[in-house]
């Protein structure tokens, strides 16, 4: 599971969890109807942000069916997102899935540095669709999300020192921007494509910039390109980039046409800069005491402990692995868990959380009160 908007589920107060938790199961459904059941590794948290938005325009949150007994929800059943807006988000997902998969085969890292994972074609997820996206039912021509990401490779090969950072973003941002906006015609409000865009382009610009920072340390160590390595730009201003993509999501959140915002209201202008603090490390967790940093032991005053290497796991184990750190909620509950396949420590979802309100009072819902610090949300 990947993505930047990993919200802790103790702040998704007032029914905003079970809300989420519906996009999440609805995307990974609409994956598996839409494109095949490979497909489903594609649910990411990034792209179920499509399906909130859809919904939260059309104000449609009560359209909900029951999906079936599910390993990953415990054998449970749930009601889950269904509908344009859900299948959208899968479509979304398998382009940043093709992006993901494009990197790390560029990059020779992880399980794709191996054969035969290594020799599938770099445009696109090793996890052939059963069938194309349904373009004329979405309305939307996937051909400007796929061009995108084709032309990330000719973007960086051409990044030198002193190339700005946004001109690397750029085909990232079109992507998004495109991705966003379209859930204003899908939701019957035009007039909303014009903010949703923005909120996109800026979107797809912090999604890009996050995942450079998180990875600049084992890009470095490993020889792999990094954009901010490439540009030479330094961490400050990279922050300050972060920091403005934020607020100018904020503010074209502003102008959107919501008929129930709540949730995409906590994810884009609540939990995006929780990620910033995330990828910088200036996250504090306020509900865990003597937290350890990543590499180190509590109360050990910060003196790093190298984790002990250990070979990455094959392809069937390291699926048996991934099933079980699902099935028993690992991924977002534990402090740290090992990655299923590379056997890195990884860092739970939910670790950073500091559950709070950030001002906004338990079960206020957040979308209209006059303290959150939304300029003026």
């Given at each position: 599971?990947?993505?930047?908007?990993?919200?802790?589920?103790?702040?998704?107060?007032?029914?905003?969890?079970?809300?989420?938790?519906?996009?999440?199961?609805?995307?990974?459904?609409?994956?598996?109807?839409?494109?095949?059941?490979?497909?489903?590794?594609?649910?990411?948290?990034?792209?179920?942000?499509?399906?909130?938005?859809?919904?939260?325009?059309?104000?449609?949150?009560?359209?909900?069916?029951?999906?079936?007994?599910?390993?990953?929800?415990?054998?449970?059943?749930?009601?889950?997102?269904?509908?344009?807006?859900?299948?959208?988000?899968?479509?979304?997902?398998?382009?940043?899935?093709?992006?993901?998969?494009?990197?790390?085969?560029?990059?020779?890292?992880?399980?794709?540095?191996?054969?035969?994972?290594?020799?599938?074609?770099?445009?696109?997820?090793?996890?052939?669709?059963?069938?194309?996206?349904?373009?004329?039912?979405?309305?939307?021509?996937?051909?400007?999300?796929?061009?995108?990401?084709?032309?990330?490779?000719?973007?960086?090969?051409?990044?030198?020192?002193?190339?700005?950072?946004?001109?690397?973003?750029?085909?990232?941002?079109?992507?998004?921007a495109a991705a966003f906006a379209h859930t204003a015609v899908l939701a019957g409000k035009p007039h909303n494509a014009a903010p949703l865009a923005e909120a996109g382009r800026l979107f797809g610009r912090l999604a890009h910039l996050l995942d450079a920072v998180e990875d600049r340390e084992a890009d470095r160590?490993?020889?792999?390109?990094?954009?901010?390595?490439?540009?030479?730009?330094?961490?400050?201003?990279?922050?300050?980039?972060?920091?403005?993509?934020?607020?100018?999501?904020?503010?074209?959140?502003?102008?959107?046409?919501?008929?129930?915002?709540?949730?995409?209201?906590?994810?884009?202008?609540?939990?995006?800069?929780?990620?910033?603090?995330?990828?910088?490390?200036?996250?504090?967790?306020?509900?865990?005491?003597?937290?350890?940093?990543?590499?180190?032991?509590?109360?050990?005053?910060?003196?790093?402990?190298?984790?002990?290497?250990?070979?990455?796991?094959?392809?069937?184990?390291?699926?048996?692995?991934?099933?079980?750190?699902?099935?028993?909620?690992?991924?977002?509950?534990?402090?740290?868990?090992?990655?299923?396949?590379?056997?890195?420590?990884?860092?739970?979802?939910?670790?950073?959380?500091d559950c709070g309100c950030d001002g906004c009072g338990e079960g206020c819902g957040c979308g209209d009160c006059c303290c959150c610090p939304c300029d003026g949300c």
């Open positions: 599971m990947f993505g930047i908007v990993r919200p802790c589920t103790h702040r998704l107060t007032g029914g905003l969890k079970a809300e989420w938790m519906a996009h999440l199961c609805g995307l990974c459904l609409a994956l598996r109807a839409d494109h095949g059941q490979s497909a489903r590794v594609a649910t990411n948290y990034d792209g179920l942000l499509v399906s909130v938005l859809t919904e939260a325009q059309a104000g449609t949150a009560g359209a909900r069916r029951t999906a079936g007994p599910c390993p990953l929800r415990a054998m449970r059943t749930a009601p889950v997102a269904h509908g344009e807006g859900a299948r959208l988000a899968a479509a979304v997902s398998l382009v940043l899935a093709s992006a993901k998969v494009r990197d790390h085969v560029a990059d020779g890292d992880g399980l794709l540095a191996r054969r035969p994972l290594a020799a599938a074609p770099a445009g696109g997820p090793p996890l052939g669709p059963r069938r194309s996206p349904r373009r004329r039912e979405l309305g939307l021509d996937t051909a400007v999300l796929l061009d995108a990401v084709g032309r990330q490779s000719a973007v960086e090969a051409l990044a030198r020192p002193g190339t700005p950072l946004t001109a690397v973003t750029e085909p990232t941002e079109t992507a998004t160590a490993a020889g792999v390109w990094n954009p901010l390595a490439a540009t030479g730009t330094p961490l400050a201003e990279a922050r300050r980039l972060a920091d403005d993509a934020v607020h100018g999501i904020r503010l074209a959140l502003r102008d959107v046409d919501f008929a129930d915002g709540r949730l995409a209201h906590r994810l884009l202008a609540h939990e995006l800069p929780r990620s910033v603090d995330r990828a910088f490390g200036t996250a504090a967790c306020g509900h865990r005491s003597g937290h350890a940093a990543p590499g180190t032991t509590a109360g050990s005053g910060g003196d790093r402990h190298p984790f002990p290497h250990k070979p990455p796991r094959g392809l069937l184990a390291g699926c048996a692995a991934f099933a079980l750190l699902c099935c028993t909620c690992r991924m977002c509950c534990a402090e740290e868990y090992e990655g299923p396949w590379s056997r890195k420590k990884r860092e739970g979802c939910c670790r950073d959380c």
